[in-house]
């Protein structure tokens, strides 16, 4: 079985891609993977990082702006539609794929799109309950369109449908605080984990400086912060602030977090977005968490992710109006400091999870290529 996987541009497109790869090669041992990614997306380091072959093209979106830097850009973008066709398709062709699995990003529609004009069963899979724009153009070209709540079919009406929920790693799932703390070299003090996604946030960094300086200076919780792509002036920021990073050692700051399933398993707490991928790992794990939703999201999907944990009880939500350095210590605080309610919101979190995800999206996979 020859599996070809495309999706890209931010971790919320290619962990489903890497889970499902990663799912399907624990039951077929044998299958060959091939992912399609953007040449200058980041999962150019993460693909190659969970053991697997990936291949580039190159693809961009357009900018709504009408200023001459953003006009050049779509002068460029139009070019590479057309370049990014043709690439995907030699890719295509070479690989030989019996199947096509897009989860979504720029880089997911040419791909999907020359795939299922040579004949290669695709499938797409949605992360959110407001669909992107991409899986929303190809959900007529495939065989199947998994999506990962109920909310987003009205989206795809005309189109052959199955909820199947969303992707988690295997090492979400498996991960063991006790063991995770031991690894990381944790001691049994709260453990605070915060990031604003993979390209960092600034108003989450701005926010989370000021509890991180603070733990700096009095030791009361251990702390993991990942600050993203953008994020490269928070080490001095939190100093400026009073805590010398490199001089605590109960901080762990870093662009990126890597391990997310031993830095997960670890936490007593997270603070985040709102994004799909994350709340399925939160509430796989069972995570209280302080939700931070993006505000400069399409139909501000993330504020209602956001509010469906909110509503049950498992998680507490700080809007970006109401985000600033005190609001989320006073937050973070009073969750921290009732162990009675933090249990019930990891139990609450818990309830909400679909674990079984990947079990399902790997049975549309064996129902289109008729292995059932």
Do not use: W
């Amino acid at each position: 079985m020859k599996i070809l996987l495309a999706g890209g541009g931010t971790a919320g497109h290619i962990n489903p891609a890497l889970a499902i790869a990663g799912y399907i090669k624990s039951k077929r041992p044998d299958a060959q993977f091939l992912f399609i990614g953007n040449r200058d997306g980041m999962e150019q380091r993460l693909v190659p990082q969970a053991g697997f072959e990936i291949k580039s093209i190159t693809i961009s979106g357009f900018k709504r702006s009408l200023d001459p830097k953003s006009m050049l850009e779509n002068a460029k973008t139009v070019r590479r539609t057309f370049t990014s066709s043709a690439e995907a398709k030699k890719i295509i062709k070479e690989f030989q794929p019996d199947i096509c699995i897009g989860t979504g990003g720029y880089v997911s529609g040419p791909v999907v799109r020359e795939a299922a004009k040579l004949g290669v069963p695709c499938i797409i899979h949605e992360q959110n309950a407001y669909p992107g724009v991409t899986n929303k153009m190809l959900a007529k070209r495939v065989k199947k369109v998994m999506l990962a709540v109920e909310a987003a079919k009205p989206y795809f009406k005309d189109a052959p449908i199955v909820v199947t929920g969303n992707p988690v790693r295997g090492e979400i799932l498996t991960a063991d605080k006790k063991s995770s703390r031991a690894k990381l070299g944790l001691d049994q003090r709260p453990v605070v984990l915060s990031f604003g996604g993979s390209l960092g946030a600034r108003r989450i960094n701005e926010a989370v400086a000021d509890l991180i300086a603070r733990s700096g200076k009095d030791g009361r919780y251990q702390h993991i912060h990942a600050y993203g792509k953008y994020g490269g002036d928070f080490p001095e920021l939190v100093k400026e602030k009073g805590a010398d990073i490199e001089n605590c050692p109960n901080l762990d700051i870093r662009p990126y977090i890597d391990n997310m399933s031993e830095c997960m398993a670890a936490a007593d707490l997270v603070i985040c977005r709102a994004g799909a991928i994350t709340l399925s790992e939160i509430q796989a794990m069972g995570k209280p968490a302080i939700l931070i939703p993006s505000p400069n999201v399409a139909e501000n999907h993330q504020y209602h992710n956001a509010m469906a944990l909110v509503n049950a009880g498992a998680a507490e939500i700080l809007e970006e109006s109401e985000l600033s350095g005190e609001s989320l210590i006073s937050k973070a605080d009073s969750m921290l400091q009732d162990e009675e309610t933090l249990a019930k919101f990891s139990e609450n979190s818990k309830k909400m999870a679909i674990t079984n995800a990947n079990e399902r999206i790997y049975s549309v996979v064996k129902q289109v290529l008729n292995l059932v």
